[in-house]
């Protein structure tokens, strides 16, 4: 937070503020800031603005309200007396109060099997968010998702996702990918939905006896897969 001297916001540089979280692991939602004091030596009045200076949180719009301070002192017996008002777009105000807003959004991926057989297998899904993984994988359907199994068409929603790009130049996008199809299946993309085909494999061998007149005995076949 900034302390300006003047009326209009651009003024000198005369304090700063920082609001600063308690110790505790968790952040509250509310925080005090407070200036260092400032010492005057003569009457009059003084005029000074209080604004937030933008930080660089992920997704926070920050709140751009300008207050105005007018300090007037006063002798008072012997000593010198302060008295403050604030004002906000040139209405009287209570102290400053900044509020600044996290914009969240949230992306949902559509997943569609095709083909035999059921139930389908497990797969996991990977966030990325301009481009770059974002977050830990999913793996589904999860632990409360039995009903997902008996189905050909899953979804998962990821919440409280930042809106902004982390630079603040614009909305992020976000997709998702398969981090490999299941075995015997075949995975692509369309339309932003992820489909998975059941590709089952085949295999044949064939036994030739020589010469061919005198079959021999029958025999057993071991398949093997590597």
Known sequence: FELRAGS??????????Q???PDTGEMPPELDFLFAAIGFDREGIYHFTVQEAAGNGDSIQYDPSLYGVAI???????????????TKDGAQATAPAFENEYL?????QQ??????????????LQLYRDGRAYGQPVELPLDDGEAMWTTDSWSYTWTGLPQLKADGSGDSVYTAEEIAPPPHYQGWMEGGVIYNMHRPGSFS?????VPADQ??????LNLYRT
Request: hydrophobic content about 35%.
């Open 8 to 17: 209009d916001g651009t003024g000198t540089l005369v304090r700063t503020a």
């Open 19 to 21: 609001a600063v979280a």
């Open 72 to 86: 007037t002192v006063t002798m008072q017996g012997d000593r010198l007396v302060a008295a403050v008002d604030y």
């Open 104 to 108: 969240a959004t949230e992306f949902t």
């Open 111 to 124: 997943k569609e099997w095709r083909g035999e057989p059921e139930p389908r297998p497990p797969i996991t």
């Open 205 to 209: 061998a064939r036994k030739i006896w």
């Open 215 to 220: 079959p021999g005995e029958p025999v057993t």
